[in-house]
């Protein structure tokens, strides 16, 4: 994790959720996780961290195949998976556009009042009510009643734990499952 930023960091600074400013040629492409002058930590997360950072690639290909786009973006990624929680969570969410500054290694930047681990499973949380969305509109009584019960046994944080594990998210060389 990365500390704060020098006072007075710059005219060009993001304002995080909690009033604190970082200036965003301080995060880097390895950051997960922003020290603040706040005392909390708050998630980073880039437009090069690939969706895989929160679920395993063969959801990511489900999530690719299945949701068509209407942006710029080729296919459904992590721009899309942190609009959804800046939907939900407006006030908890800073968004950088950097698609002007070549110095960074970034085109968007998020930097969410949640930690990382808690981003993880807000993130998780939303691609299960996306899925519940989706199934609800199935013809198939079984399949909708087979994805209930799957849900039911669930557990989100198990999850996040496990993945997380897996992950190794100590490190910034982590590698997609």
């Given at each position: 994790?990365?500390?704060?930023?020098?006072?007075?960091?710059?005219?060009?600074?993001?304002?995080?959720?909690?009033?604190?400013?970082?200036?965003?040629?301080?995060?880097?492409?390895?950051?997960?996780?922003?020290n603040?002058?706040?005392?909390?930590?708050?998630?980073?997360?880039?437009?090069?961290?690939?969706?895989?950072?929160?679920?395993p690639?063969?959801?990511?290909?489900?999530?690719?195949?299945?949701?068509?786009?209407?942006?710029?973006?080729?296919?459904?990624?992590?721009?899309?998976?942190?609009?959804?929680?800046?939907?939900?969570?407006?006030?908890?969410?800073?968004?950088?556009?950097?698609?002007?500054?070549?110095?960074?290694?970034?085109?968007?930047?998020?930097?969410?009042?949640?930690?990382?681990?808690?981003?993880?499973?807000?993130?998780?949380?939303?691609?299960?009510?996306?899925?519940?969305?989706?199934?609800?509109?199935?013809?198939?009584?079984?399949?909708?009643?087979?994805?209930?019960?799957?849900?039911?046994?669930?557990?989100?944080?198990?999850?996040?734990?496990q993945?997380r594990?897996?992950?190794?998210?100590?490190?910034?060389?982590?590698?997609?499952?």
């Amino acid at each position: 994790m990365a500390d704060a930023p020098v006072p007075g960091a710059g005219d060009d600074g993001l304002e995080l959720p909690c009033g604190e400013t970082v200036d965003p040629h301080e995060i880097d492409l390895g950051m997960r996780e922003y020290n603040c002058p706040c005392g909390d930590t708050h998630a980073v997360v880039t437009d090069v961290h690939p969706p895989s950072r929160f679920v395993p690639e063969s959801l990511v290909a489900v999530l690719e195949e299945t949701i068509d786009t209407d942006d710029e973006f080729e296919s459904f990624g992590t721009p899309h998976l942190l609009g959804i929680v800046l939907e939900e969570f407006p006030e908890k969410v800073a968004v950088h556009d950097a698609s002007d500054d070549g110095a960074v290694g970034y085109t968007l930047l998020w930097v969410t009042d949640f930690d990382a681990r808690r981003l993880h499973e807000v993130v998780v949380e939303l691609i299960v009510e996306l899925m519940e969305h989706a199934v609800s509109h199935a013809e198939d009584d079984a399949a909708i009643t087979e994805f209930e019960s799957q849900m039911l046994e669930f557990d989100v944080g198990e999850f996040v734990d496990q993945y997380r594990r897996q992950r190794e998210f100590e490190s910034e060389h982590d590698q997609p499952l």
